[in-house]
């Protein structure tokens, strides 16, 4: 596209699409650019590593302090804080090297602790931050009410502990002012770029994901009598609203739930056995699997159901549109963008009876199934190649620095001259 770029990037992210994308994002953008990585060592680089694509890695090591547990666990904020404030100042020296480095741009990605990582704030150099999405739980408290179950205690208490209140109000602020210290801000869909208008006011690029196909690949594997749900395990992945929809269906058509994730909570975890065990639905829980195990459940299930709350995106729709599987799919959020509803797969509100519907007549009609898979496949080969993100990806980042060379040093406020 241009001359070689010097690329200084930031990551401090956990296993997860997050870390895929940015792994299938590095190893394309290294081919053609030089890439330094700067990382606490809280970052995982385990799950799809990204040191083999760098030219040169800065992992410093990091680690959290003191944890407690039941019953002084909420006393844990004290220490998050203190968390938080030795990674501002191993972000300041990060800050110092890239702006004395010789880099042309600095693409940064979140933080596990405060979102939008501070680093953004000290940097004297064109910035890309990739908002995945904004911090969920401070911006979208009504949502949050409705995806965590907490008994009246716990409600009453979480009112008269001002803990968390300092806690999220410090990490808002962070999160806020760095994200607005950006030259540019780039994200998954146009859905969560609304919300990064609404939350930051700041307009946003959208770069969407892509898909490995030569991984994510049909395997001509027989289709068995199982559904399939991918995603961390947490509230917001709507695995609930699953187990409550599959439990409408006639228990002599009613399929299995497998649920693959790659980060758990034991509460949640214990409260969907619960509730399969209420509704009479089985359920079998995967955790930490390969990719080859991912996309041989994909290649086996009868169909991929993906119902989570306001997902910025989602790659699990694509990773089964890429294995030839058909999907049934939230009508919210990113999946929207991804899934073209009736044609690569079905789209469907959250209404457990609307959704236990659906996937029933895609269970008795596996010519429907069929021809959704066969769809899929070629909608994800023609539009959804990680070549094609990156080759986005690398024109924001030239777009990035053409904005900060053209913008000024510095306001100047007509009112105050006046």
Not at 28 to 45: K, M, W
Not at 58 to 72: C, D, E, H
Not at 122 to 128: E, N, R
Not at 188 to 206: D, H, L, R
Request: overall charge neutral; some cysteine; glycine content about 6%.
């Amino acid at each position: 596209m241009g001359t070689r770029l010097r690329i200084a990037l930031y990551h401090n992210l956990p296993s997860g699409g997050a870390k895929r994308s940015l792994f299938e994002t590095v190893r394309r953008l290294g081919q053609s650019n030089q890439i330094d990585l700067f990382a606490p060592s809280t970052a995982d680089e385990i799950f799809c590593s990204i040191l083999p694509y760098v030219h040169r890695s800065n992992i410093v090591p990091f680690s959290t302090g003191l944890r407690l547990r039941k019953p002084f666990g909420r006393l844990n904020n004290i220490f998050l804080l203190e968390d938080i404030a030795r990674l501002r100042r191993l972000l300041q020296l990060f800050a110092e090297k890239i702006n004395n480095g010789d880099y042309d741009v600095v693409l940064v990605h979140p933080s596990q602790w405060t979102q939008a990582p501070d680093l953004l704030r000290y940097l004297q150099l064109p910035s890309v931050y990739y908002c995945h999405e904004p911090l969920r739980r401070l911006y979208e408290t009504d949502w949050i009410k409705k995806t965590v179950n907490q008994t009246t205690k716990q409600i009453l208490i979480s009112k008269l502990d001002p803990l968390p209140r300092i806690v999220d109000g410090y990490v808002r602020r962070i999160d806020f002012e760095a994200a607005r210290s950006s030259t540019t801000i780039v994200t998954n869909s146009k859905f969560t770029a609304g919300e990064i208008k609404y939350v930051y006011g700041k307009e946003a690029s959208v770069a969407y994901h892509g898909v490995d196909t030569e991984i994510f690949r049909p395997l001509g594997l027989k289709r068995e009598n199982f559904v399939l749900s991918v995603g961390a395990l947490l509230p917001h992945k709507g695995y609930d609203f699953v187990i409550r929809s599959l439990s409408r269906i006639p228990v002599n058509l009613r399929p299995p739930l497998i649920i693959v994730s790659n980060a758990t909570s034991a509460v949640e975890h214990s409260r969907l056995q619960s509730l399969a065990s209420e509704y009479e639905v089985v359920v079998d829980y995967y955790s930490q699997i390969s990719v080859s195990d991912l996309v041989d459940l994909y290649n086996r299930c009868s169909l991929v159901i993906y119902m989570p709350y306001r997902e910025p995106f989602g790659l699990v729709p694509l990773e089964a549109m890429a294995c030839g599987t058909a999907v049934v799919a939230a009508r919210e959020g990113g999946p929207g963008e991804s899934v073209v509803d009736g044609q690569t797969g079905i789209l469907v509100e959250h209404d457990e009876q609307k959704c236990a519907v659906v996937v029933m007549n895609l269970l008795l009609d596996g010519v429907l199934r069929e021809r959704l898979g066969e769809q899929g496949i070629n909608y994800v080969r023609t539009y959804w190649t990680w070549d094609k993100a990156v080759e986005r990806m690398e024109k924001i980042l030239y777009e990035s620095i053409r904005s900060f060379a053209s913008q000024p040093l510095y306001s100047f406020d007509h009112d105050e001259a006046s």
